[in-house]
């Protein structure tokens, strides 16, 4: 976390050096875009802290833990295909499964799911690439991300 920082405060002081008038400008604007998405960030963070909280640990392992066999990679397909979460959401959330006891693989098959296949945003993706393009392109990522699932899964029980 530190490096980016150093990272982000360099740029941001060689960036004003060059040109103080659009730094200024894009600072504005990051905060501007960061105060209208901080509640919804924040109300999702809560409510899937309280749903993480409230389910019991033995239910992530009968249905994500190692022993939950094909089941478990499907079932983290679906909620990774139905789930419309971003990535800075969903990586703390996959930290905290793997900490439950959750595999590897499982996760590698949510989070591939959870960015590649958009069921809720079916409607949307329809009206821009046509309905054909759309089950097709969601349908070869659903598959496509069983796929780096096993792969994650056969290649960490070699290790």
Same mark, same amino acid.
């Given at each position: 976390?530190?490096?980016?920082?150093?990272?982000?405060?360099?740029?941001?002081?060689?960036?004003?050096?060059?040109?103080?008038?659009?730094?200024?400008? !894009?600072?504005?604007?990051? =905060?501007?875009?960061?105060?209208? =998405?901080?509640?919804?960030?924040?109300?999702?963070? +809560? @409510?899937?802290?309280? =749903?993480?909280?409230?389910?019991?640990?033995? =239910?992530?392992?009968?249905?994500?833990?190692?022993?939950?066999?094909?089941?478990?990679? /499907?079932?983290?397909?679906?909620?990774?295909?139905?789930?419309?979460?971003?990535?800075?959401?969903?990586?703390?959330?996959?930290?905290?499964?793997?900490?439950?006891?959750?595999?590897?693989? @499982?996760?590698?098959?949510?989070?591939?799911?959870?960015?590649?296949?958009?069921?809720?945003? +079916?409607?949307?993706?329809?009206?821009?690439?046509?309905?054909?393009?759309?089950?097709?392109?969601? !349908?070869?990522?659903?598959?496509?991300?069983? +796929?780096?699932?096993?792969? @994650?899964? /056969?290649?960490?029980?070699?290790?």
């Amino acid at each position: 976390m530190t490096i980016i920082v150093s990272i982000t405060i360099i740029s941001l002081i060689l960036s004003s050096v060059y040109d103080r008038k659009k730094t200024l400008s !894009g600072v504005k604007k990051g =905060l501007m875009i960061f105060v209208k =998405l901080f509640p919804t960030l924040l109300s999702v963070i +809560i @409510i899937i802290s309280v =749903l993480l909280y409230l389910t019991p640990k033995e =239910l992530f392992l009968e249905y994500f833990g190692n022993e939950s066999g094909i089941m478990g990679y /499907v079932f983290a397909a679906l909620i990774g295909s139905i789930t419309l979460m971003p990535g800075f959401i969903a990586y703390p959330i996959c930290g905290f499964l793997i900490k439950n006891g959750v595999s590897y693989p @499982i996760i590698a098959v949510f989070v591939t799911t959870l960015m590649m296949v958009g069921v809720v945003t +079916i409607p949307i993706e329809k009206r821009y690439f046509g309905l054909k393009v759309t089950l097709l392109r969601n !349908g070869l990522s659903f598959i496509g991300a069983l +796929i780096i699932g096993i792969t @994650i899964g /056969v290649l960490w029980n070699l290790l």
